[in-house]
Nanobody, 116 residues
Framework: QVQLVESGGAWVQPGGSLRLSCAAS????????MGWYRQATGKQRELVAT????????VYANNVRGQVTISRDNAKKTLSLQMNSMKPGNAAVYYC?????????WGQGTQVTVSS
C-alpha cells in the first residue's frame, strides 16, 4: 500500500510560478510510473504530465507543454511539478498519481488558485 500527499498548492497571480510536491509513504516508488492530474470546477479530471519510473520519460498534455516540468526523486520518494507563467486556466485541484501493484493510487489533491 502506498499513500500520497500533495502540497504546495496556493494562490498565485497570473504570470507567477508555483511548485507542487507529492510525498509518497508506505513503499518505494522506484520503477513505478507517476503523474500529475488536475480537475477544474465543473470539468473532468485531466492529465497534466506523467513520468516513468525507470527511464524518467515524460509526457505532457498539449495545453501545458513548455509551461510545466514534472520531476521525481526516488530516494526522497517525492514527485514535483514546477509551473511557470501561471494563467487562470491553470486553476484547479491538482492530484498526484502512482500506478502501484497494477492499481492507480491518488492523493487528496492540492488547490491551485490563479487570480489577481
Amino acid at each position: 500500500q502506498v499513500q500520497l500527499v500533495e502540497s504546495g498548492g496556493a494562490w498565485v497571480q497570473p504570470g507567477g510560478s508555483l511548485r507542487l510536491s507529492c510525498a509518497a509513504s508506505g513503499t518505494i516508488i522506484d520503477g513505478y510510473n507517476m503523474g500529475w492530474y488536475r480537475q477544474a470546477t465543473g470539468k473532468q479530471r485531466e492529465l497534466v504530465a506523467t513520468i516513468t519510473g525507470r527511464t524518467n520519460t515524460t509526457v505532457y498534455a498539449n495545453n501545458v507543454r513548455g509551461q510545466v516540468t514534472i520531476s521525481r526523486d526516488n530516494a526522497k520518494k517525492t514527485l514535483s511539478l514546477q509551473m511557470n507563467s501561471m494563467k487562470p486556466g491553470n486553476a484547479a485541484v491538482y492530484y498526484c498519481n502512482i500506478v502501484h501493484n497494477f492499481t492507480a493510487c491518488w492523493g487528496q489533491g492540492t488547490q491551485v488558485t490563479v487570480s489577481s
